[in-house]
């Protein structure tokens, strides 16, 4: 089992940069999948990057391409999301998602067993 806590979150303006981290415990946690998520107050909960097991696989959100990048470092167990040219339409939760095994990143929500509890990203404007 995994658990995950995220961390980086807060309130920056538009146009700055924020790095995620999604700090994982467990010792098999580098034969996982992960992911981030956000949700906007009001909607719902969106796919924003997916990295697979050893990094050697990513995917974007359409709206995130080009400002966002999802890298992972197995060695501390910890995936992160950094977010560059932030605009208030990124202000969210953000949470990170683990599924265990190879494969590409999943891009769904059911296709992850393991969540986190989400941190805060505003952009003011």
């Known amino acids: 089992q995994v658990q995950l806590v995220e961390s980086g979150g807060g309130l920056v303006q538009t146009g700055d940069s924020l790095r995620l981290s999604c700090a994982a415990s467990?010792?098999?946690?580098?034969?996982?999948?992960v992911g981030w998520f956000r949700q906007a107050s009001g909607k719902e909960r969106e796919f924003v990057a997916g990295?697979?097991?050893?990094?050697?696989?990513?995917d974007y959100a359409d709206f995130v391409k080009g400002r966002f990048t999802i890298t992972r470092d197995n060695a501390k167990n910890t995936v992160y999301l950094q977010m560059n040219t932030l605009k208030p339409e990124d202000t969210a939760v953000y949470y990170c998602?683990?599924?265990?095994?190879?494969?590409?990143?999943?891009?769904?929500?059911?296709?992850?067993?393991?969540w986190g509890q989400g941190t805060q990203v505003t952009v003011s404007s």
């Open positions: 467990g010792r098999t946690f580098s034969r996982y999948a």
């Open positions: 990295i697979s097991w050893n990094g050697g696989n990513t």
């Open positions: 998602a683990a599924d265990p095994g190879m494969g590409r990143p999943r891009i769904r929500e059911y296709e992850y067993h393991y």
